[in-house]
């Protein structure tokens, strides 16, 4: 892990923000055409028909955290290919669901701010067009910068620290997926979990009801 030599002003305090279910709400719109998008690709191009495509989608997503990583280990799929082919959003603005107010609480929040998020760069930056926020963030993170090793695996922090130039603990993680934070936590970054639920998880440091509560959080910048 690289020493912090950054100081301790709330300048140098990043904020990784996930981005599907975190930033928008995806679950809707976005996430059913994209897993329709990839069980057509599955179909066209290893000869298979929905119900067979739709399960290896699922078990590969289960068994190595994402479906590429599944096609890229056991039939050479091309990633490019397959992000590009299955992010194909002709009517993305009419999918989005989000809260106009979120672009204001941003920029109000003390620190620097980043998206890291395991979908494709172009699609990310798509989104923050869409919800209006492409102006929030400093930096973009997709797969590709992870190396295509996604959220929680350890190599997708350590890529995104590697470029930040700052450890762990001059970071806060932003997020909806629980097994995230925990991957976020063991490396010793804050935490802010985006649910509904009464749980607070040993790993979180602040629960969220809603992002629009950020304020609430604006405190792990000290």
Same mark, same amino acid.
């Given at each position: 892990?690289?020493?912090?030599?950054?100081?301790?002003?709330?300048?140098?305090?990043?904020?990784?923000?996930?981005?599907?279910?975190t930033?928008?709400?995806a679950?809707?719109?976005?996430?059913?055409?994209i897993?329709?998008?990839?069980?057509?690709? +599955?179909m /066209?191009? =290893?000869?298979l028909?929905e !119900?067979? &495509?739709?399960? *290896? $989608?699922?078990?590969?997503?289960?068994?190595?955290?994402?479906?590429?990583?599944?096609?890229?280990?056991?039939?050479?799929?091309?990633?490019?290919?397959?992000?590009?082919?299955?992010?194909?959003?002709?009517? +993305?603005? /009419?999918? =989005?669901?989000?809260?106009? !107010?979120? &672009?204001?609480? *941003? $920029?109000?929040?003390?620190?620097?701010?980043?998206?890291?998020?395991?979908?494709?760069?172009?699609?990310?930056?798509?989104?923050?067009?869409?919800?209006?926020?492409?102006?929030?963030?400093?930096?973009?993170?997709?797969?590709?910068? =992870?190396?295509?090793?996604?959220?929680?695996?350890?190599?997708?922090?350590?890529?995104?620290?590697?470029?930040?130039?700052?450890?762990?603990h001059?970071?806060i993680?932003v997020?909806?997926?629980?097994?995230?934070?925990?991957?976020?936590?063991?490396?010793?970054m804050?935490?802010?979990?985006?649910n509904?639920?009464?749980?607070?998880?040993?790993?979180?440091?602040?629960?969220?009801r809603?992002?629009?509560?950020?304020?609430?959080?604006?405190?792990?910048?000290?």
């Amino acid at each position: 892990m690289m020493r912090d030599t950054s100081g301790s002003s709330d300048a140098t305090r990043v904020w990784l923000f996930d981005l599907d279910n975190t930033l928008h709400d995806a679950s809707p719109h976005i996430f059913p055409h994209i897993n329709r998008s990839m069980t057509e690709y +599955l179909m /066209r191009h =290893l000869a298979l028909d929905e !119900a067979g &495509a739709n399960a *290896l $989608r699922i078990e590969y997503w289960h068994r190595y955290g994402a479906t590429l990583l599944g096609l890229m280990r056991n039939h050479g799929t091309d990633a490019a290919h397959f992000l590009h082919e299955t992010h194909q959003f002709p009517q +993305l603005e /009419r999918m =989005l669901v989000f809260n106009r !107010a979120l &672009a204001a609480r *941003l $920029r109000h929040l003390p620190g620097r701010k980043v998206l890291f998020s395991n979908a494709p760069e172009a699609y990310a930056r798509a989104v923050l067009r869409g919800i209006g926020l492409e102006r929030c963030f400093e930096r973009v993170f997709g797969i590709e910068q =992870l190396g295509l090793q996604p959220k929680p695996q350890s190599e997708s922090f350590r890529r995104v620290l590697h470029a930040l130039r700052l450890p762990a603990h001059r970071c806060i993680m932003v997020e909806d997926t629980l097994p995230n934070l925990r991957a976020a936590k063991a490396l010793g970054m804050r935490t802010v979990w985006v649910n509904r639920g009464s749980v607070r998880p040993a790993c979180v440091d602040v629960k969220l009801r809603n992002i629009l509560d950020l304020r609430s959080a604006a405190h792990l910048v000290r």
